[in-house]
């Protein structure tokens, strides 16, 4: 048999994927990769009861287990790792030492703190597999044209860029609650997307200084303002999940450049020059379709994106490597971070 026809009897083989956490995540992430017909769900992992007993409903044929080592013997391709972010060094960690999986999708952040996110990165390069992070907003049609645009240098050379990530999670709420620890706080939660999008749009980047605003106990980060800078390029970021109006999260950018000015958030890009070219694009201008709709577009892309890599043993976007930058500046932020 030819190399090329066992390459394509292998890329006709389903992808068996394990997933660890059935919370919200879990079940949009095994619900969207039960619909791609090159992909079988072939374990599930839960501590809950509750929902072990549905999930093996919805979910027929996957073994569904309360114990990672369960998942070992089922010949698992790739493990997705969506359980809150303070058990994701730990669960990767055992999957990398039980050998249950080459291959790792972890929902964001990709750890706690830098320290472990370098562990993490050393033991994917020692497992040979496709390792990603699920920085989703890669994938939203708006943003990826904001990127070609920026690397196509329509701006010119970039000046300044303003960055936000807005939510009402706890507008309404006097006192933040605790279980928001376990979703990284507001800089784990939404400032971890915009310092992805922004180390994708201009590279490295310098933390100049930071302020933390807290509602609830001491230690608990709410808002945050912080400023970051790469040569002539200034940037400043503003996040918060406790603000009014806003009934999805949304993130967005304002980037100038000696050649205009561009603006994007998740549905609407806007670019003006300075020569009188203007442009408005929605989501529906930029073929924001896809095959099988569950929460965004962006989460079936990121998904078919990583499941292809492995097949086709291509980059993936937002690895491993990449993913620990974020962890580093969010780091940074914390440590340096004056509180108010």
Not at 1 to 19: R, S
Request: include cysteine; hydrophobic fraction near 40%.
């Amino acid at each position: 048999m030819k190399f090329g026809e066992l390459m394509k009897i292998l890329k006709d083989v389903p992808l068996k994927v394990g997933i660890i956490g059935l919370g919200k995540m879990g079940l949009l992430h095994a619900s969207i990769l039960s619909a791609l017909g090159n992909v079988r769900v072939l374990g599930l992992c839960e501590k809950s009861r509750v929902m072990r007993r549905l999930s093996k409903k919805f979910f027929k044929g996957a073994e569904v287990v309360d114990d990672i080592s369960e998942l070992s013997g089922l010949g698992i391709d790739a493990v997705y790792v969506t359980t809150p972010i303070p058990s994701h060094f730990s669960i990767v960690t055992r999957i990398f030492s039980e050998r249950i999986a080459r291959n790792w999708f972890v929902e964001k952040t990709l750890a706690s703190n830098y320290v472990e996110a370098k562990q993490l990165c050393e033991m994917a390069k020692c497992s040979h597999g496709i390792a990603m992070v699920g920085y989703m907003k890669r994938f939203a049609v708006t943003f990826r044209k904001a990127k070609d645009l920026i690397d196509s240098q329509v701006l010119g050379d970039l000046v300044s860029f303003d960055a936000y990530a807005y939510s009402s999670d706890f507008a309404e709420i006097k006192e933040t609650p605790k279980i928001s620890g376990a979703r990284g706080g507001v800089l784990g939660d939404l400032g971890s997307h915009i310092v992805d999008l922004a180390f994708w749009f201009f590279g490295s980047l310098t933390l100049d200084s930071a302020k933390i605003g807290s509602r609830g106990a001491a230690g608990s980060e709410d808002k945050a303002i912080f400023c970051v800078s790469q040569a002539d390029l200034k940037g400043n970021f503003s996040v918060s999940w406790c603000e009014t109006q806003y009934r999805m999260p949304e993130f967005g950018f304002i980037i100038r450049g000696t050649n205009g000015i561009l603006s994007v958030n998740d549905d609407v890009l806007e670019i003006k020059l300075k020569k009188g070219q203007s442009e408005r694009l929605f989501r529906h201008d930029l073929n924001d379709n896809v095959d099988f709709l569950l929460g965004a577009p962006e989460y079936y892309r990121e998904d078919h994106h990583f499941v292809r890599s492995i097949i086709d043993d291509t980059m993936v976007e937002s690895d491993f490597i990449s993913a620990s930058k974020v962890d580093d500046l969010l780091g940074q932020i914390k440590n340096r971070a004056e509180y108010f």
